[in-house]
């Protein structure tokens, strides 16, 4: 599944693929297209068994498209601006989106139901799940046009740890001289990686002490 940006008098259009069917590869044909005509897709993953899509959109609004027939099957709008990433949670019960309104939020995969919130001051660009412990890092900072004129200091170009229980933040890591564009933990959660529009990429191993932390809420 991928979907095209919407610009030049194109639409943007999610197109789906069974790469069981040759023929569809090579002509460049799925078996499904679904146009998007309000509001362009800018995030998309999988949701549990590949039975549906869920696709972010640049209005702030959550899609659940069906694999099978493409309906729109789940929509639920708790961001105020674009959707920048969508990230499941290792056993693909949650998904973690990151939005321009400057918050990172959590939802159940298959009810689309809000449960928790995490509250930055710039754009959040990326959010990611550790697959072994309740926390969450956000990447972001401000945009990037305005980074030439902005400090590091100033642009909160760190990378920010936050509880999932409580929701507060625990943490930061800095290192990036410009805004994180995405952040992902390793399988094994024992480090996270980060790409920057510095043009780095920051594979960070966490320290033993961390595997001992136990959050006082």
């Not at 159940?108 to 928790?116: A, L, M, N, R, W």
């Not at 919130?117 to 412990?133: D, Y």
């Not at 004129?149 to 943490?171: M, P, Q």
Request: with cysteine; glycine share 8%.
């Amino acid at each position: 599944m991928f979907s095209t940006d919407k610009q030049m008098g194109y639409q943007c259009l999610v197109s789906f693929f069974d790469l069981r069917d040759p023929t569809q590869i090579e002509s460049s044909e799925p078996y499904m297209k679904i146009p998007c005509n309000e509001s362009k897709i800018t995030s998309a993953v999988w949701g549990p068994l590949g039975e549906f899509i869920i696709a972010g959109h640049e209005n702030g609004e959550l899609n659940q498209f069906s694999a099978k027939s493409g309906e729109v099957l789940l929509n639920v709008k708790e961001h105020t601006k674009q959707i920048n990433d969508i990230q499941t949670s290792k056993d693909m019960t949650m998904f973690i989106t990151a939005s321009k309104d400057n918050t990172a939020k959590l939802f159940d995969s298959t009810t689309f139901e809000h449960q928790k919130s995490f509250r930055t001051e710039r754009p959040v660009n990326s959010a990611a799940l550790s697959p072994i412990f309740d926390h969450v890092v956000l990447g972001g900072g401000q945009e990037a046009m305005d980074v030439t004129t902005t400090s590091t200091r100033i642009g909160k170009f760190e990378a920010r740890f936050f509880h999932l229980g409580v929701e507060e933040e625990f943490g930061r890591i800095k290192g990036h001289f410009g805004p994180i564009n995405s952040v992902a933990f390793h399988p094994d959660g024992k480090s996270y990686s980060s790409g920057g529009e510095d043009g780095y990429v920051r594979i960070h191993n966490f320290d033993p002490q961390y595997f001992e932390f136990e959050f006082e809420a």
